[in-house]
């Protein structure tokens, strides 16, 4: 087949390292609306992801606290006004999905209705009334889709996936891409609540069940990826415990340090006054100290590298389930901005057209900052509906909250801040500041320069696909060339030659500017 006819090709000369676009291809299209829930121990949860983009869109996302495995450990059964709660949860759910055109829902449960004496009747009862059916799913299987999940934020991740729940907490190894040993256990805090011993008791049994489990895994001293609401919740309160501005869970990381000083923090405050701090709710909260007690027996067994909390878990693992190979092989950062830029920009398909025409200014930039700014230039133009006036914050704000997977922090930052400077020169005099501290001063200047060339890319519109000219970019002389065709010259008005010099400036270059024929 040839590359250019290919979409799953990385060679494609036409579309170079942007790859074809791949949401509007047959073999993804059915991704275009997808529903799943998810039937947990503590809560049931219906998400429809919006768009076959890589890191799709959260269109819809509901959660009901049941507590459906509350006394599960002294009855067998499911908790009676849980169960009730959950079934009129999905009874909403189904009409809901219905209603937003999501197809079939994809609905699993997990641990407490696996365990329940009576877990079958009740899915037997959601089907009955409903007309929803529920996969109950084995542990190793949670574990799996929990660690596809992260997949799907992080390609070619590796290192341990720690996903607990109100009932279990499952571990799974992966690496390049592909899911590894998978091991369930019973430390779920709605459990450990009933385990006999007080404090002392509870720790014993944690410690015994957690070396169970590296005893058969090893030592894990990659990267811990945490998944799932209790541990959401502690990451909330690291951040409250440190004052961190950025308060995006996802990609959020942790060292071993700051997981101990956190189970402190939480053991020594006032826990209402903390939940209300922090914005956690009171069924959550409740769970809180529990899960933190098994963090740190898990932290202290495996030795991870570092820890970073995933938003991504089961639930995106079934979506990721249903992706074709060659949409899990694509950026999930570089597929979402393609996406935003195909939904909102007045000029889709002009991203790459600027990412090829400032690249030579950042050829000596390492892949993972060229990567940054590829996802700059497609969403250059995305917030272009927003007042003048506000444009620049909204860009930085965007970027920074925004759903995007593949991001670290510092990431998120740079990226905010490279939009920013697409819209004003100054960094000075916004609500971000506190933000900036978390990036080195180069990447800093980095930033400022992708946006001020973006700034004056933006203002060399020609017909779609039509190349303005080129840069040439020589950094020990400290020279700017630009060449313009005859076409674009046109274009170099005063406003695109005032963006031109304040370019050359953040460089400390000197202009040099020609038309070619």
Not at 19 to 48: I, M
Not at 223 to 231: A, C, K, N, P
Not at 422 to 433: A, C, D
């Amino acid at each position: 087949m040839d590359a250019r006819s290919d979409p799953g090709t990385g060679d494609d000369p036409e579309w170079g390292p942007f790859q074809r676009p791949l949401f509007a291809d047959p073999s993804v299209r059915h991704l275009s609306r997808v529903g799943v829930v998810d039937v947990g121990s503590n809560s049931v949860r219906l998400v429809v992801f919006d768009g076959a983009a890589r890191s799709p869109a959260y269109f819809y996302n509901e959660k009901i606290m049941c507590a459906l495995g509350a006394g599960l450990s002294e009855t067998g059964r499911l908790n009676p006004e849980g169960r009730k709660r959950a079934l009129a949860a999905l009874h909403r759910f189904q009409l809901l999905a219905h209603g937003m055109d999501a197809g079939p829902l994809t609905a699993v449960a997990t641990a407490a209705v696996r365990d329940a004496e009576d877990g079958q009747a009740f899915v037997d009862e959601v089907e009955r009334e409903t007309g929803l059916k529920i996969n109950i799913i084995p542990g190793t299987e949670e574990a799996r889709l929990s660690a596809q999940g992260v997949m799907l934020g992080w390609p070619g991740s590796y290192g341990l996936v720690c996903d607990i729940g109100g009932s279990s907490m499952e571990l799974a190894e992966i690496k390049g891409g592909q899911v590894g040993r998978r091991m369930t256990s019973p430390l779920g805090p709605l459990k450990l609540r009933e385990v006999p011993g007080g404090r002392k008791g509870r720790r014993a049994y944690i410690k015994a069940e957690v070396d169970k489990m590296a005893e058969t895994l090893g030592s894990q001293r990659d990267r811990l990826f945490l998944v799932g609401g209790s541990w959401r919740a502690i990451a909330r309160i690291d951040m409250d415990r440190q004052n961190y501005p950025l308060h995006v869970l996802h990609e959020y990381r942790m060292s071993t340090s700051a997981v101990r000083k956190t189970a402190d923090y939480i053991r020594d405050s006032d826990l209402e006054a903390l939940r209300s701090r922090c914005s956690i709710s009171s069924a959550r909260m409740d769970l809180v100290p529990l899960a933190s007690e098994v963090l740190m027996e898990v932290v202290r067994a495996f030795h991870p590298h570092d820890i970073a909390v995933s938003s991504y878990g089961i639930r995106e693992g079934l979506l990721y389930q249903q992706m074709p190979q060659v949409l899990r092989d694509r950026d999930p950062l570089i597929e979402a901005c393609r996406f935003a830029e195909a939904k909102d920009a007045r000029l889709p398909g002009f991203g790459r057209t600027l990412y090829n025409f400032i690249l030579p200014i950042f050829r000596a930039a390492r892949p993972e900052k060229q990567r940054i700014i590829k996802a700059a230039c497609l969403l250059h133009d995305v917030t272009w509906r927003a007042h003048p006036d506000y444009r620049a914050e909204v860009c930085f704000d965007n970027a920074t909250r925004a759903n995007l997977g593949g991001l670290k922090h510092s990431e998120r930052i740079f990226l905010g801040l490279a939009l920013l400077h697409r819209y004003r020169n100054k960094r000075e005099g916004t609500s971000f500041e506190n933000l900036y501290q978390y990036l080195p001063p180069e990447d800093l200047l980095l930033a400022e320069t992708v946006g001020k060339a973006m700034r004056f890319g933006a203002m060399l519109w020609l017909e779609k696909d039509s190349i303005p000219g080129e840069f040439r970019w020589y950094p020990k002389k400290k020279v700017l060339e630009l060449r313009l065709t005859e076409a674009a010259w046109p274009l170099l008005g005063e406003v695109a030659m005032a963006r031109l010099k304040s370019l050359a400036t953040a460089l400390s270059a000197e202009l040099d500017v020609k038309m070619t024929a």
